[in-house]
């Protein structure tokens, strides 16, 4: 069954540092696969999306995210912090023409 | 250009009563969901429509019905609410499913006492 795992329920991280959010996922095809920002009381954003070619992909606010097949990952980054990057990130994966599934969020927590 | 849209913001209910939870969108999208989000447990996707005309259930749809009204509107019916349907409920749209970006509404908030 088509499942994502994200084993982070919660990251702390300095302003100014570096950031890894790690994602597996489970799917037997080549996925569409997405990772989503959630600010406090607001609805979800899209950070950036992968559907093929190059593996490294670049999305908004300065992160990115590498493509890894062999692992069944999809990790996001980031090398600087900010206190406003302060939220609950989510990946997801598309199952072709059926729907997308989300895994339970990682919640990035800034110490200043 | 709103995006997509979600009526109430907040809503309290008794157990027992019954509510429609309003979304639409005006990006001419062909797909649309409905998901709830519980602390700890991420999206769960409760019903979606993939086009006009058509419905289907996700991964937690008992107690709860949905009618894609037309390509815009996409509404979730709670026919007897539970408080276990206490939740954060997002309406979302894509231009396809499984393979685009989806764009989501601001939430509502419902409690059920």
């Known amino acids: 069954a088509q499942s994502v795992t994200q084993p982070d329920i919660h990251i702390t991280v300095s302003e100014g540092a570096s950031l890894e959010l790690r994602c597996n996922y489970s799917?037997?095809?080549?996925?569409?696969l997405f990772w989503y920002v959630q600010s406090p009381g607001q609805g979800l954003q899209l950070l950036l999306k992968y559907f093929s070619g190059d593996t490294l992909v670049q999305g908004i606010k300065g992160f990115e995210a590498e493509f890894k097949r062999s692992q069944s990952s999809f990790n996001l980054r980031k090398p600087s912090v900010h206190w406003s990057d302060a939220a609950e990130y989510f990946c997801?994966?598309?199952?072709?023409?059926?729907?997308?599934?989300f895994g339970k969020g990682t919640r990035l927590h800034i110490l200043p | 250009n709103a995006g997509v849209t979600q009526t109430p913001k907040f809503q309290v209910l008794k157990t027992g009563q019954s509510m429609t939870l309003q979304c639409a969108q005006d990006?001419?999208?062909?797909?649309m969901y409905w998901y709830r989000q519980d602390p700890g447990m991420g999206l769960r996707l409760i019903y979606y429509?993939?086009?006009?005309?058509?419905?289907d259930k996700g991964e937690v749809p008992n107690g709860y019905n949905v009618s894609r009204l037309n390509k815009r509107e996409f509404s979730l019916r709670l026919e007897s609410a539970a408080p276990s349907q206490t939740s954060v409920y997002f309406c979302?749209?894509?231009?396809?499913?499984?393979?685009?970006?989806?764009?989501f509404g601001p939430g509502t908030r419902l409690t059920v006492l």
């Open positions: 990006m001419n999208h062909n797909s």
């Open positions: 997801a994966v598309g199952v072709g023409d059926d729907k997308i599934i």
């Open positions: 429509s993939a086009s006009e005309g058509t419905t």
């Open positions: 799917y037997g095809a080549t996925p569409y």
């Open positions: 979302a749209s894509s231009a396809r499913t499984g393979e685009d970006e989806q764009f």
